[in-house]
């Protein structure tokens, strides 16, 4: 997680919407890869913003988060693996362990099947 904090996402393909590859940098924004149980509290990256020249839609450079999710792709995934074998209590306690709060209960309702 600490190979996350601070660093900048700014690699992009072309527009999703319209499948130009003129784009120029609109800003960056900041997101929270993931919350720890330290004093500095959460970890933050930066991901590049772009607008399309040809349809004028604004999106964000690749970086590791999944569509609509809070958290970075390795958090959301450590839920996932550990819910898929164990009750929702033991996951929350292994989380703790890990320093990682309050992350459950949000990656479950993207993801409902999981069977918890």
Do not use: Q
């Amino acid at each position: 997680m600490r190979r996350y904090s601070g660093l900048f996402y700014d690699a992009h393909g072309p527009c999703s919407r319209c499948g130009s590859e003129r784009v120029v940098g609109f800003g960056w924004m900041e997101r929270t890869f993931c919350i720890v149980i330290t004093e500095g509290g959460f970890r933050d990256v930066r991901v590049r913003r772009y607008m399309c020249k040809g349809c004028r839609r604004t999106f964000l450079a690749d970086a590791p988060f999944y569509d609509g999710c809070l958290y970075g792709k390795p958090i959301v995934d450590l839920c996932l693996y550990l819910a898929a074998s164990n009750p929702f209590n033991r996951v929350e306690s292994i989380l703790k362990i890990f320093g990682l709060i309050g992350i459950l209960i949000r990656t479950t309702l993207y993801y409902p099947g999981i069977g918890l």
